[in-house]
């Protein structure tokens, strides 16, 4: 009884549940018989701590007894005093006995190029020989092809022997192949890292598996797959849209600039310089003014703004790109988060007074706040950055925070910059004041600048990703739902087959027809307990399976991916509403992906008032609201102190770095009862007692 059955099929070690008639069928249509099956079903109610080793027994006990009462009649049709020591003295000559039946060629011929198609798949993954080999399907499938080729039955007498072997032995064994499935697992199967235990061994993992990203030679550098560019495509669609309904255009510049644009504002450059790629040659030539690679727009943009405006009847500009940008980093890089390339939107604006370029930065802010709630279904807050962490060359900087609950940090997830007349100053993009009659006077534009990033993928893995994989929201996910059809039988008719086929077709077009992106999973190369699992590690919000029953009843089954119980998972939906099932169900992923991101965030804010609270609630993977001066050095000494005070204590998350602000919140209710004096008792501001608000502290990213 050939376990390697139950990993081609899907259902082991996936599924624990008792089994119905229909899925003892598919057992025995894929060569399990009905003794394993029902060993199986046994697993729901006794919930051993090791099953692959209750079904070995089991399977052990049961095959044992079987094969001692077929021996002794043997013994008495053959009575030869040579023949049993002879059998007992080489139990290897016996493994090597003839097939038990006629070979069936066709089924070898079948299985074999099942067998050779899977490989080829495997190998245009870019998997290698020795992976493709120690896959689980492919080893089923091998396991099947020597089955066949020994005969047809069962198994081969071979593996008769070994189960024949005395059960000391298969103990013996045991925790090898405890080790070995953990191997196969880790190479072809479901998630080995637990997202609670090892979180970046778990990201690294999820984002692999679940086909985000592959590495590339470049350090810091990172494939995106179709998989996450999907993702990536429904942020930028919902974006772009909106950022056009306030009269913003899409352009495009070089993403060369030249090094003296960038020394025009020398904080500009000092802030970027440790991370600023330079071009100094080409071939052999060395370039007679170097070029930096695009680390962000403003003086790129800003010289060609400078030519077109004359007049204050030439403003407002209002300009976007989407392009990426390079960021020599030389910190440790992870893919999404921190990367030396990455894709992004940047805008640049500018106006001829000052009150509507303050408006477009809180409705953009409002924008990105709305892209992190409403599409990736994450909480943020919105703030004002501390004089310390505003762009360098902005009168002010606005920002969204949000919060990683497995690490205890926080993340930067957009910003909108008030450049005031900084750059305008700099770069003379100046027009004819319309207020002076005599034309004379002039006067500097008013800019703003906003951008985010594709770290917003990387937030969302990190945020609701659990131990089964990617958990996608349904606002945007590439494929919100996939069908999958079940249930065809050995002795299902070719109308049965047919009706499926054509009733999931049906279900499809009309989910498409209806704005949801859905995908038909109709491969009859993979089982539906693969597809199962490799939807879950997808992350796939919705799954919905249909077999002929249900078309009999005209309903179907809907699995909702945010929620790992397979029982609590699973709502039913009637074929006459079936959109709007499907619809209804979306939404309720997202509200409850959301509500339940909320919670964790809020359950991990803290306000406080006295130092000594300060170290102990970081510590324990919390962000703290503290009444705080403003002034960057009294921020650098709060950053100093929570890092001493971090380094004899067990931190959450593991890092022991110090605080840094994140932003002031602009909702009142960050901003209940605040102290007037400053959290830190070492401030020596002069603003040391009168703080106004309360300011966002906490480990970040």
Known sequence: MDLSHLVTVGLFPAKYAPLSSDELDYFRKHGVDDTLAEIVSQLAKQKPADPYKFIADAVA?????????EAKPKAEAKPKAEAQPKAEAKPKAEAKAAPAGPVDDAAVKAVGDELRALKERLKQEGKSGKDINASPEVQALVARLTELKAGGGDKPAAKAA??????????????????????????????????????????AEVIGKGQLIEKYPVKGCFIL??????????????????????????????????????????????????????????????????????????????????????????????????????RWEVKQTTPFLRTREFLWQEGHTAYAEKAPAEEEVLAILELYARVYEELLAIPVVRGTKTKAETFPG??????????????????????????????????????????????????FAYQNSWGLTQRTIGVMVMVHG???????????????????????????TEEEKKTLAEVSKKYCAALQAAGIRTLLDDDNTYSPGWKFNNWEMKGVPLRIDLGPLDIQKGQFVMSKRN?????????????????????????EIHKEMYSNALAERDGRLASIDQWKDFSPNLNSGKLV????????????KIKEKSKEEAQEVEVAGGLKMGAKSLCVPHEEKYNKSCPKTCINPDCTSSNK?????????????
Not at 466 to 492: C, E, F, M, R, Y
Not at 625 to 636: A, K, N, R, S, T
């Open 61 to 69: 006990k049961k095959s044992g007894g079987v094969k001692q009462q």
């Open 394 to 443: 902005a009168d002010y900087t606005t920002t969204v925070e949000a919060f990683i609950p497995a690490t205890g940090r926080a993340i930067q997830g957009a910003t909108s910059h008030h450049l005031g007349q900084n750059f305008s100053k700099m770069f003379n993009i100046t027009f004819q004041d319309p207020k002076d009659p005599s034309g004379k006077e002039f006067d």
């Open 162 to 203: 070994k189960e024949a072997t005395p059960k000391a032995k298969s103990d013996a064994k045991s925790e090898k192949s405890t080790e070995v499935d953990k191997k196969q697992q880790a190479k072809g199967g479901g998630m080995v890292h637990k997202k609670a235990e090892n979180i970046p061994e778990w990201y």
């Open 563 to 587: 929620i790992l119980d397979p029982k609590a998972s699973k709502r039913n939906g009637q074929d006459k509403t079936m959109v709007e099932d499907v619809r209804r169900t979306l939404d």
């Open 466 to 492: 659990d131990d089964k994989g990617l958990v996608l929201p349904p606002n945007v996910a590439g494929i919100q739902v996939v069908i999958v059809p079940v249930g065809i039988k050995a002795n299902s």
């Open 689 to 701: 007692n009168g703080v106004k608000r309360r300011t966002l502290f906490g480990r970040s990213y």
């Open 625 to 636: 609201l503290v009444p705080f001066c403003g002034d960057p050095e009294c921020e650098d």
């Open 225 to 326: 797959r179709p998989w996450s560019y999907k993702l990536w495509e429904q942020i930028q669609g919902w974006l772009d849209s909106q950022i056009k309904l306030l009269g913003v255009e899409n352009c495009y510049f070089p993403m060369f600039i030249p090094k003296c644009y960038m020394e025009k504002e020398s904080d500009h450059l000092d802030d970027f310089a440790p991370e600023l790629a330079m071009v100094t040659k080409f071939g052999n030539e060395e370039i007679d003014e170097p070029v930096a690679i695009r680390p962000t727009s403003e003086t790129a943009m800003y010289a060609a703004y400078a030519d077109w405006v004359q007049s204050h009847r030439d403003l407002p500009i209002r300009l976007n790109q989407w392009c990426s940008v390079v």
